[in-house]
């Protein structure tokens, strides 16, 4: 990149320093460097895990409050994991990455 005070003049200096040790190219150096790992949404990952075959595991709503109005069947069952359904799964896959 060109300094815009001093035509011709080259305003980074460890570009300057590395073009006339004859160092190699950024080219060839960032292909040595691993890829970046990517973060998982931290609410999602508070709320649902992923199973060993690669599903969603989540946990029930409607679990948490006003209990009493339940009934016991519906409770117990309320308590069990379910998995995300396929057509909300491919969206929230890329929110917990492995």
């Known amino acids: 990149m060109r300094c ?5 003049r080259d ?3 460890e570009r300057r320093a590395r073009a006339a040790s ?4 950024d080219a060839r150096i960032n292909k040595r460097t691993p890829k970046l790992k990517l973060k998982s949404h931290r609410g999602a990952a508070k709320r649902m ?4 075959s690669g599903k969603i595991k989540r946990s029930h709503a409607y679990a948490g409050h006003i209990l009493t109005d339940k009934t016991r069947r ?9 998995l995300v359904a396929k057509a909300d799964s491919r969206r929230l896959l890329a929110r917990l990455p492995r």
């Not at 815009?4 to 011709?8: C, K, L």
Request: net charge positive; charged share 50%.
């Open 4 to 8: 815009p005070r001093e035509p011709g």
């Open 11 to 13: 305003f980074r200096p």
């Open 22 to 25: 004859g160092a190699k190219s």
């Open 49 to 52: 895990r992923r199973t060993a």
């Open 74 to 82: 519906r409770k117990r069952r309320l308590r069990k994991a379910a």
